[in-house]
């Protein structure tokens, strides 16, 4: 339910960190997404079935990577 309530009250950005992108429920927001011209990223060290479909892709660790945008901001 929430994920539906979000998908109709839009989104600014979809981000898919450290994961395999293996299953529906973490491609499906970046496909809806990347349709939808909506900002995506992903941050994985290999390439994964949503590489080509996010508009920046960061190839480092999760961990390293949230750590810099988090510092960046501060």
């Known amino acids: 339910k929430k994920y539906d309530a979000l998908m109709t009250a839009g989104i600014d950005l979809v981000v898919s960190a450290g994961t395999s992108s293996l299953f529906s429920y973490i491609t499906l927001p ?38 810099e945008i988090w510092n960046d901001a501060a």
């Open 30 to 67: 970046v496909e809806i997404a990347s349709e939808a011209e909506v900002p995506t990223v992903e941050i994985n060290t290999g390439r994964t079935d949503i590489s080509d479909q996010v508009m920046h892709r960061l190839e480092m660790e999760c961990d390293e990577a949230l750590a």
